[in-house]
């Protein structure tokens, strides 16, 4: 079900998908028509293989997710009901017998909102997040996230972006989760979603400086630069988050001013500015927030790093962050 494997073909794992799906079906209905069912199907197991399948509902391509409603509507309506099924009563409603009927489930616009009425049970929440990471979702999630009533909204926003890092944590270094994931965050954020999470002392602490991490973790040394844009890009939108955040974000990013991809240079300098032109507020007890601004729009650096490596220090110095520290043979 993680097979994820591409070449020239497309997603080729889609296929060890469908057959895994498959799989799964037989694999549950064969043991609850066995003496042994009620043993051997038990609670842990059957909600990690649903699980499984939701993640599935929320892929990109249409043929997955017809399969795997197909499936998941036969395995909840199963009579004599398959044991220990989680919120059996919930998903008959989610995948009602009549569902490929009564809609396109080749919509992700018309299917995700339906799926992602199962994010709030705690079961399947990371399953159906990293379906959307990988199927591109943001817009879904920021739209569950808008409908979510006021008084919960806080404490759903904290877990969902919990939930969010421990996706990042769990997939270092998986490019495959970890680029998309990051492309994702950094929707939700431009959307404005995630901004409440950030600009609140207490969820900035436990979101924006895990965040900070999981991206230098991943992108260290890396040779790939859409993964170091990608982190780059997330790490400007972090800018507006509170005071401490914001310096931390930027100290972090002043690094990749000096990366030895001119490319990754210049976008960070361009992100930089950008975030610094909208987010200044944030920004306090800086020594000269104009110059430095200037120094990043009016400075080329595709030039070498001998050259830019001065100037991104008076930078550091004036917006009052530290200078980074160069350690021999050490990436970005």
Not at 306 to 322: F, K, T
Request: charged fraction near 20%; proline fraction near 5%.
């Amino acid at each position: 079900m993680n097979d994820y494997t591409t070449d020239k073909r497309g997603d080729i794992g889609s296929w060890v998908r469908l057959a895994a799906m498959e799989t799964i079906k037989i694999f549950l209905i064969t043991l609850h028509n066995t003496n042994e069912g009620s043993r051997l199907l038990t609670s842990d197991l059957v909600s990690s293989l649903v699980a499984l399948l939701l993640k599935q509902c929320v892929e990109k391509i249409d043929n997955i997710r017809v399969h795997c409603v197909t499936i998941l509507t036969t395995l909840v309506h199963f009579q004599p009901p398959i044991q220990n099924i989680p919120y059996r009563s919930r998903l008959q409603e989610i995948f009602p017998l009549d569902f490929d009927k009564s809609i396109n489930l080749r919509s992700s616009t018309m299917t995700y909102p339906i799926f992602l009425q199962l994010l709030p049970l705690s079961e399947f929440t990371q399953s159906l997040l990293s379906g959307l990471v990988i199927g591109g979702g943001s817009l879904a999630l920021s739209e569950y996230l808008n409908g979510v009533p006021a008084k919960e909204r806080t404490s759903e926003l904290r877990r969902i972006s919990t939930c969010l890092v421990e996706i990042f944590k769990e997939n270092e270094k998986i490019e495959r989760v970890t680029i998309p994931l990051m492309q994702f965050l950094t929707k939700l954020f431009q959307s404005g979603v995630l901004v409440d999470v950030v600009t609140d002392s207490e969820g900035s602490i436990e979101f924006g400086f895990e965040l900070i991490q999981c991206i230098k973790n991943e992108c260290i040394k890396s040779p790939r630069v859409e993964k170091i844009l990608a982190g780059v890009e997330l790490l400007a939108e972090l800018i507006q988050g509170t005071p401490l955040l914001a310096k931390t974000t930027l100290s972090r990013l002043v690094v990749y001013l000096c990366h030895s991809y001119p490319r990754v240079r210049t976008l960070t300098a361009a992100k930089i500015y950008e975030a610094l032109l909208t987010y200044e507020e944030s920004m306090e007890e800086v020594n000269d927030l104009e110059t430095g601004m200037s120094l990043l729009s009016e400075t080329d650096w595709t030039q070498g790093i001998e050259i830019i490596r001065p100037i991104r220090n008076n930078i550091c110095s004036l917006l009052s962050i530290p200078i980074p520290v160069l350690l021999p043979k050490s990436g970005a």
